[in-house]
């Protein structure tokens, strides 16, 4: 069974600080690999989706890589923001019709002014 | 594009009460599931489906059941509620296939905050 680990669970860094979120999956056996944004309350806005066969995605500030054979994907945020703070979630999609994505517990990012 | 839309918001049921949540897209998506979010348990799938007329259970059936009788809607049907079953509940939509230049990247709705008692 897949099972997606995010490391740290909680982060706070002031404002301009570049910062490198960690995702590790136990099944290298991905379809994808997709990272979510989380504001309390809210839904979920996907950030990024890196196919099996690509190692990163760029959008922005943000740039996320895929390393399928150690199990890990990093996000990268440049020259963070205040409204950068949520939680981040990468989740792991299973190959099959079903397309499960599996969480990981999430990353808490504070930035501050 | 409203995206994914879900409603209700908010709910609260009493125990044994059953009830519909509403989830609809409009980004013409073959894929749609029902995932539940709960503290310490993060996000499981429920119930998905891959086309109108198709569904299948996830990680989480008991106490849900589906129907996909149009490519826009997937209703979640809780049969009897249950204390167990309080939680926030997301709908999501994707492409299908990852087809070259067409993205499969799934969508979450706003979510719906049940509270059964």
């Known amino acids: 069974k897949q099972e997606v680990t995010q490391i740290p669970a909680a982060l706070s860094v002031p404002e301009g600080e570049n910062l490198v979120l960690n995702c590790s999956f136990t099944?290298?056996?991905?379809?994808?690999l997709q990272w979510f944004r989380q504001d309390p309350g809210k839904g979920l806005t996907s950030l990024l989706l890196i196919q099996s066969s690509q190692r990163e995605q760029t959008s922005g500030r943000l740039n996320a890589s895929l390393d399928k054979s150690s199990g890990r994907s990093t996000l990268y945020i440049a020259a963070s923001q205040p409204g950068d703070s949520a939680t981040y979630l990468c989740a792991a999609i299973s190959s099959g019709s079903a397309r499960q994505l599996t969480f990981g517990s999430g990353t808490q990012l504070t930035v501050l002014p | 594009n409203a995206g994914v839309t879900q409603t209700p918001k908010f709910q609260v049921l009493k125990t044994g009460q059953s009830m519909t949540l509403q989830c609809a897209q409009d980004m013409n998506h073959e894929y749609m599931s029902w995932y539940r979010q709960d503290p310490g348990m993060g996000l499981r799938l429920i119930h998905y489906?891959?086309?109108?007329?198709?569904?299948d259970q996830g990680e989480v059936p008991n106490g849900y059941n589906v129907s996909r009788s149009t490519t826009e809607d997937f209703p979640l049907r809780l049969l009897s509620a249950a204390p167990s079953q309080t939680s926030v509940y997301f709908c999501?939509?994707?492409?299908?296939?990852?087809?070259?230049?067409?993205?499969?990247?799934?969508?979450f709705g706003p979510g719906t905050r049940l509270t059964v008692l």
């Open positions: 999501a939509s994707s492409n299908l296939q990852g087809l070259a230049g067409v993205s499969d990247t799934q969508y």
């Open positions: 489906s891959v086309g109108a007329g198709i569904t």
């Open positions: 099944d290298s056996a991905i379809y994808n």
